[in-house]
């Protein structure tokens, strides 16, 4: 199976600040990648695919990019509303692997 | 809107099954698989297999081959996953999520539903 590496497990940002999480993927997974948003007692919900493509509904502060094993999120102007947990999730082998999460909180 | 209502809790004995429901509306059934992901603290998201919902055929993770058995009730539009020989290692949260035109990219999750094994 793939490993997806993900970094940092936890990040302390401020209002309006821009941060920037990254996956590592154990080999090229051709930008079959997604990203998605945990918040707590929730489930997770779709925020990028194909490593770029913004789903629908999420705000344009989201952005996904990369290539080959490495892919990041960023998120511009952050949000009260963005503290949640992030994960990557691979989907060009079978089965799907995702990263171990990023937990996002306030500073 | 798209919905899928998971069914409750769960406490189980070790060694029992238990049979987890996802019921899906606002949308097409057939027209989007359904997925099932597993998730704990200390294995993060792990997943087990999916369901094409038009034709019942289903695609395991080899690692939960046999532990998990995935079915379809087109008439319901409800999917369902059977957990068999439980362990305190099979405790978690179980999450069903749909995918369509792009597969295994999951843009509608269940609420969850926790199993806890436990004598």
């Known amino acids: 199976d793939i490993q997806m590496t993900q970094s940092p497990a936890s990040l302390s940002a401020s209002l309006g600040e821009t941060v920037t999480i990254e996956c590592r993927a154990s080999e090229d997974i051709y930008s079959n990648l997604a990203w998605y948003q945990q918040k707590p007692g929730n489930s997770p919900q779709l925020l990028i695919y194909d490593a770029n493509s913004l789903a629908d509904g999420v705000p344009s502060r989201f952005s996904g990019s990369g290539s080959g094993t490495q892919y990041s999120l960023k998120i511009n102007s952050l949000q009260s509303e963005d503290v949640a947990s992030y994960f990557c999730q691979q989907y060009n082998n079978y089965p799907p692997t995702f990263g171990a999460g990023t937990k996002l909180e306030l500073k | 809107q798209v919905q899928l209502q998971q069914s409750g809790a769960e406490l189980a004995k070790p060694g029992s099954s238990v049979k987890i429901s996802c019921k899906a509306s606002?949308?097409?059934?057939?027209?989007?698989?359904i997925s099932w992901i597993k998730q704990t603290t200390g294995q993060g998201l792990e997943y087990i297999g999916y369901i094409n919902t038009g034709s019942g055929g289903t695609n395991y993770n080899e690692k939960f081959k046999g532990k998990a058995t995935l079915t379809v009730d087109k008439s319901s539009s409800t999917a369902f996953m059977q957990l068999s020989s439980l362990t305190p290692d099979d405790s978690a949260v179980y999450y069903c999520a749909r995918f369509g035109y792009n597969p295994y990219v999951m843009d509608a999750w269940g609420q969850g539903a926790s199993v806890t094994v436990s004598s």
């Open positions: 606002g949308y097409t059934f057939t027209s989007y698989y």
